[in-house]
């Protein structure tokens, strides 16, 4: 039994591109207001499971939920607003910070304030002053945080994460790590999380996907990486951890 | 001009014929066919031409002008094989720009309705309107594989696929516009436009000429607006799906 209430449910979702199976017959929950955490190697379909959470990817077969309802029938920008993404470049638009921050109201013809940009900047840990920088001028780290805040402008309650901190060093990967907590705990948000750090998956994420070739092999608390029961998660993580 | 005349004009296929053996530029193959193709091609359509403009029926003007906008239409899909439907979005834009121009030009009774002013009109207008289109999809599919993940991004934010597009869709609109305004700035001055020298060379008065080249690039710049912008508005839609996700496989060329 499943004793979260779950935000996003699969149910024998299967995906096929190009006469290749990237997804092999899911079903699986994220529960609501916790860390969820993707792991598995690469090519195992884990983007792919985060981009048909956010609608940018449509099951072959099978159904997504979300909050109870399906995918296909929410209106796929509705979907988006409500279903953040940050993906793993953190692609940003030419221009300052705040055109970044202001991108998502300006898509919905509305104005963000030069207040509310200062807040939600403040939330990933950058001061005011980078308002006016140059987007495509900053470090690694601080594009992630742009890209997160920039999706936190449309108070999504549930937030995907794809490899975020794979491309920074030790330190910028602390502060996401920090940021992506202290968002949960402020505002409650359903994250999905994708990451190849075990580690960090078994000490941010409350729950965690085990995904391999296509496959949802193992899924529960994140102690499930610490004690596969699968032998192919256990050899999995023992690759991981050396 | 005499037939001897004429003749003697092969000297100028010969010279480059010699250059590319001497230096071994390996065009003479090339600089044949050419030559050849431009005899038969520009005979056939003198003839036909001269056949039109005797009969005076506006079937075979029509016939015509389909003609070349069918031979457009050939040309300019290669380039946008990548985009659903390229064929009939190009068709409708020639038909769309040829129809508009010719429109106001016969409507407002710019030039008389004869085969002698609507058909070589109709060539520039259709033919800029070909390379205009393949200009646009050239750069549109470029700026589509280069800035993918940039759509993709404002498609994720809950932008609408014409949100996500827009910057990759101007961006090409201008770039193909460009070179038809920028040739403008010089006409002149750098260069008697073709039409123009022709008619002077033909023995028309000069300031008569240099009117009709002004009616002329005046066309092309509408030519040139109306196609990108509308060939551009036709097929930016086909690259999403209903559930306003971007389709992968068809923006690889």
Redesign the interface.
């Known amino acids: 039994m499943d004793p979260y209430t779950p935000a996003i449910h699969f149910r024998s979702v299967s995906y096929e591109s190009g006469g290749k199976q990237i997804l092999k017959n899911i079903t699986g929950s994220y529960p609501a207001g916790k860390i969820t955490t993707l792991v598995g190697p690469s090519g195992a379909g884990k983007t792919t499971v985060l981009k048909m959470c956010n609608g940018l990817l449509s099951p072959t077969s099978g159904e997504i939920t979300v909050d109870g309802r399906p995918i296909r029938e929410i209106e796929p920008t509705t979907l988006r607003r409500h279903v953040g993404i940050a993906l793993q470049d953190a692609p940003v638009i030419k221009g300052t910070v705040w055109d970044n921050l202001a991108l998502p109201a300006r898509l919905q013809k509305k104005e963000l304030s030069r207040k509310d940009a200062e807040g939600w900047l403040e939330d990933v840990g950058l001061g005011k002053e980078y308002l006016n920088a140059k987007a495509t001028e900053l470090s690694g780290g601080q594009r992630q945080k742009v890209s997160i805040a920039r999706t936190l402008v449309n108070q999504s309650e549930i937030l995907l994460l794809d490899e975020i901190t794979s491309a920074l060093d030790r330190t910028s990967r602390r502060e996401i790590e920090e940021l992506i907590v202290r968002i949960n705990r402020k505002y409650g948000t359903t994250i999905l999380w994708i990451t190849h750090n075990l580690e960090q998956a078994i000490s941010i994420g409350d729950y965690a996907w085990v995904l391999m070739d296509g496959e949802l092999i193992e899924t529960g608390e994140s102690s499930l990486l610490v004690h596969p029961a699968d032998p192919r998660v256990a050899q999995f993580v023992k690759g991981g951890s050396e | 001009m005499t037939p001897l005349s004429l003749a003697l004009t092969l000297i100028f296929v010969i010279i480059p014929l010699l250059l590319s053996k001497t230096l071994r530029l390996g065009l003479e193959k090339d600089t044949l066919i050419a030559t050849v193709r431009s005899i038969i091609q520009l005979f056939a359509v003198g003839y036909i031409l001269k056949f039109v403009f005797e009969s005076d029926s506006w079937i075979y003007i029509l016939l015509m002008v389909a003609l070349m906008i069918f031979a457009a239409v050939q040309n300019a899909r290669k380039k946008g094989k990548s985009i659903p439907g390229i064929t009939w979005k190009i068709t409708v834009t020639i038909i769309a720009v040829e129809v508009l121009t010719q429109g106001i030009l016969l409507g407002f009774s710019i030039v008389p309705p004869e085969a002698q002013y609507i058909i070589p009109i109709s060539g520039m207008i259709v033919g800029n309107s070909m390379v205009l289109s393949i200009l646009f999809l050239n750069r549109f599919t470029a700026e589509m594989e280069a800035h993918r993940?940039?759509v993709?991004?404002?498609?994720?934010?809950?932008?609408?696929p014409k949100?996500a597009i827009h910057?990759q869709l101007t961006d090409a609109i201008k770039a193909s516009m460009i070179p038809t305004i920028e040739s403008q700035k010089t006409m002149g001055l750098v260069q008697l436009p073709g039409m123009m020298s022709g008619q002077i060379i033909a023995g028309a008065d000069p300031v008569q000429a240099v009117q009709f080249q002004l009616l002329i690039l005046f066309l092309l710049l509408t030519t040139a607006a109306v196609s990108s912008i509308l060939l551009g508005f036709l097929s930016y839609p086909s690259l999403f799906n209903e559930?306003?996700?971007?389709l992968?496989?068809q923006t690889i060329d």
């Open positions: 993940d940039r993709e991004l404002i498609l994720s934010l809950g932008g609408t949100q910057a559930r306003m996700q971007l992968r496989e």
